[in-house]
């Protein structure tokens, strides 16, 4: 037993030739480790940071206030400290993980922290599409019956390396009942895209990852130089688009699959 004590975590993840590691706050907490301030002189220390951050996803623990991509803590300032979770995270970490800290005048590094998990995980969030999440599937199962599901909108549509498609997660009641639209179903069941285009009917699948937008931001408020965030929002924007490219060739079952800049349309 061991419900009187704190577990720590530990990750690591290779991009490229380098091995990025990543501690829970718990072990930080444990071991009396402390991280230094980020120094963002260049485009790589912001992008060093923003793998960090994701790594650091995968737990649950935070520090109360403290933003995660400068690392300053705000006593005084707390109420502009806000949580949020990654856009379309749940098909790959259970909540409360995928929650990121931060100051609500790095907004624009969030946004950019989305990207790079979109593109990680080979996902594309079903609030990037124009599948409704506000409706009952049908899902046939493989005792043959046919029932209704949903499709959450903080899931997403995923690469799976195994079965070399994308697939989509239906979830649905255990009894079969109907489930209800923003709950909680019990069960999941992961299905290919195109199947499940083709059993609910949907002729069409639009999917678009906005460019991020200078003028959504107030730049001159974040804790990076505007030169470095100029940089920043262009490599983004850029990414995006390799992404789609390296991306709509992998939608199988589809009789045409459009493609044009940051969207693919997917044709049955």
Do not use: W
């Not at 220390?45 to 650091?56: A, E, V, W």
């Not at 520090?63 to 705000?74: G, L, P, T, V």
């Not at 909680?184 to 460019?211: E, Q, R």
Request: hydrophobic share 35%; charged share 25%.
């Amino acid at each position: 037993m061991c419900d009187n004590n704190l577990v720590g975590g530990f990750i690591a993840s290779k991009r490229g030739n380098e091995i990025h590691t990543a501690t829970s706050n718990i072990t930080d907490h444990i071991l009396k480790l402390e991280k230094d301030r980020p120094e963002f002189n260049n485009l790589q220390s912001i992008l060093d940071q923003i793998y960090y951050i994701i790594m650091k996803t995968n737990f649950t623990s935070k520090f109360a206030n403290r933003d995660e991509f400068s690392e300053i803590s705000y006593s005084e300032d707390n109420d502009n400290i806000v949580g949020k979770r990654i856009t379309g995270c749940d098909s790959i970490v259970r909540l409360p993980a995928g929650m990121v800290l931060f100051h609500k005048k790095n907004q624009i590094l969030f946004d950019c922290l989305e990207i790079q998990y979109f593109i990680d995980h080979k996902i594309i969030p079903i609030s990037m599409t124009n599948l409704d999440n506000q409706i009952l599937y049908d899902i046939h199962r493989s005792d043959d019956s046919i029932h209704k599901s949903i499709i959450d909108k903080q899931h997403s549509i995923r690469y799976s390396t195994s079965k070399e498609d994308f697939i989509i997660g239906q979830h649905f009641n255990t009894d079969k009942s109907d489930p209800k639209i923003d709950g909680f179903p019990d069960l999941i069941k992961h299905v290919y895209l195109s199947i499940f285009a083709t059993y609910n009917n949907i002729n069409t699948i639009n999917i678009k990852i906005p460019y991020l937008n200078p003028a959504k931001y107030n730049l001159d408020e974040c804790d990076i130089s505007n030169d470095l965030l100029e940089e920043l929002i262009n490599y983004y924007n850029t990414e995006i688009d390799k992404y789609i490219d390296s991306t709509y060739s992998l939608f199988d079952g589809f009789t045409t699959v459009n493609k044009n800049k940051n969207t693919i349309q997917l044709v049955l």
